[in-house]
């Protein structure tokens, strides 16, 4: 399968600042990728997908003004957190495809703790 | 909106086991797909069933789908303590701009399986 990494793997921020994470496909062009939250003994939800050279589209109840997403390229999508609070502590994980296949590619994620 | 709810939540198992998941959803699919996930860490693909598919195999895996009754079992046969994970099945569909699947996370069954 499809090689995608993250990074920072973790971060600590204080409350208020902002933090970017990154996602790359390494091994192919993602047309598409898409960001997930997870807390914490709890399943995957969908936050935006994002589709390189156009605005991404988020889910219902993400705020896109908070959680802004770049993919201005075919191998780099950036998901960055704005004015961070405790609650918006997770897990993040990124994955992408190539919009010719069903199966999405998962990056190791990212756990972001707002302090 | 939580798709695919799996049962059990838990599931503990002698090594040499076999293993059945299940995982019910509520809308139409396209396709079901199986993610494998351990502690703390991204997700793995595990198999892909179209919605005209009935049963796939991939080594120790077996799926089934059941249309008519929107579930889906995961069969791992002749477990092994490196089984230990989180189990989701994710259901993939259009979305509206018709270009692009999305996929919906069921909450996950925990699997331990003891040596």
């Known amino acids: 399968g499809a090689v995608v990494s993250q990074h920072p793997s973790w971060v600590i921020c204080k409350s208020g600042t902002s933090v970017k994470i990154e996602c790359r496909s390494l091994d192919f062009q993602a047309t598409t990728m898409f960001w997930y939250r997870q807390f914490p003994k709890q399943s995957l939800m969908l936050m935006a997908t994002s589709n390189e050279g156009s605005k991404a589209t988020y889910e219902q109840g993400v705020e896109k003004d908070k959680f802004l997403i770049n993919h201005a390229s075919l191998t780099l999508s950036t998901l960055t957190v704005t004015s961070a609070h405790p609650e918006d502590s997770s897990f993040y994980i990124c994955?992408?495809?190539?919009?010719?296949?069903?199966?999405?590619?998962f990056g190791p994620g990212t756990r972001l703790t707002v302090l | 909106s939580q798709q695919g709810e799996e049962d059990p939540q838990a599931l503990s198992i002698q090594e040499g086991e076999n293993a059945t998941m299940n995982c019910s959803y509520k809308t139409s699919i396209n396709n079901l797909q199986w993610y494998r996930q351990n502690s703390g860490r991204g997700l793995v693909h595990l198999i892909l069933i179209r919605s005209n598919e009935r049963e796939k195999h991939s080594g120790r895996l077996r799926v089934t789908l059941d249309t008519s009754k929107k579930s889906s079992s995961l069969l791992i046969t002749a477990s092994r303590a490196a089984d230990t994970a989180s189990y989701f099945c994710?259901?993939?569909?259009?979305?509206?701009?018709?270009?692009?699947?999305?996929?919906?996370f069921g909450k996950g069954t925990l699997l331990t399986v003891n040596p």
């Open positions: 994710a259901t993939g569909t259009q979305n509206s701009g018709g270009s692009n699947y999305k996929l919906t």
């Open positions: 994955s992408d495809t190539s919009g010719y296949t069903d199966t999405q590619y």
